[in-house]
C-alpha cells in the first residue's frame, strides 16, 4: 500500500482487528507531517481505533479517545524518531458550522509540517477541506461484517 499516491483511489478489504492494526500502522509510517486524516464512516466503523492505532505507531502514551465533547485534543509526540511533534484529533460529530472548528484553533495545526490532523466524521466539513492539498479521505463502509476502505 502506497499511502503517497493521494489522488489515486485504493480499495481495501479488512476483515480482522488485525487487519485494522496493520492497515493504520502501514497508514502512520506514510506520514510525512503537514497531512490531514479526513475519515469517513457510520458509528462503529473504527474511524476512532484507527486514530489509536496511529497514536500507537507515534509512541503517544496517553489514552486516546473520540473528543466528540470537547471537538479537538492534541497529543504531543515526544519520539524524536519522527519530524511530526503532534498529533491532532478532531471529531465533527456534535459540530453544526466548520466555524467551530476556528474557535478551537484548528488553523494553528493545519498545514503545519510538524503536525498531523486526524478528522472524524469529515465528510460534516467536507467544502473547508478542499481548499487544502494534503488530505488524505479515508471513507469507510461496513459490509458483511468486513470493513472497506476506500482511500483518496
Known amino acids: 500500500m502506497d ?8 480499495k481495501i478489504i479488512i476483515k480482522t482487528e488485525a487487519d485494522t492494526k496493520k492497515f493504520a500502522t502501514k497508514l502512520a509510517k506514510s506520514l510525512k507531517g503537514g497531512e490531514i486524516l479526513a475519515l469517513e464512516g457510520p458509528l462503529g466503523a473504527g474511524k ?5 492505532q ?7 502514551k496517553q489514552t486516546v479517545t473520540s473528543p466528540t465533547f470537547v471537538l479537538m485534543k492534541v497529543y504531543p509526540i515526544s519520539n524524536f524518531q519522527f519530524p511530526i511533534s503532534n498529533l491532532i484529533h478532531v471529531d465533527c460529530y456534535r459540530l453544526d458550522e466548520p466555524q467551530e472548528l476556528f474557535y478551537l ?3 494553528e495545526y ?8 486526524v478528522i472524524e466524521w469529515a465528510d460534516k466539513i467536507k467544502e473547508y477541506l478542499k481548499k487544502f492539498k494534503k488530505v488524505i479521505w479515508v471513507k469507510i463502509s461496513l ?3 468486513q ?5 483518496k
Open 48 to 52: 476512532t481505533f484507527i486514530t489509536q
Open 143 to 145: 459490509k458483511d461484517k
Open 110 to 117: 493545519i498545514n503545519r509540517p510538524d503536525c498531523v490532523v
Open 105 to 107: 484553533g484548528i488553523e
Open 54 to 60: 496511529i497514536a500507537k505507531y507515534f509512541n503517544i
Open 3 to 10: 499511502f503517497g499516491a493521494y489522488e489515486n483511489m485504493q
Open 147 to 151: 470493513r472497506i476502505i476506500n482511500i
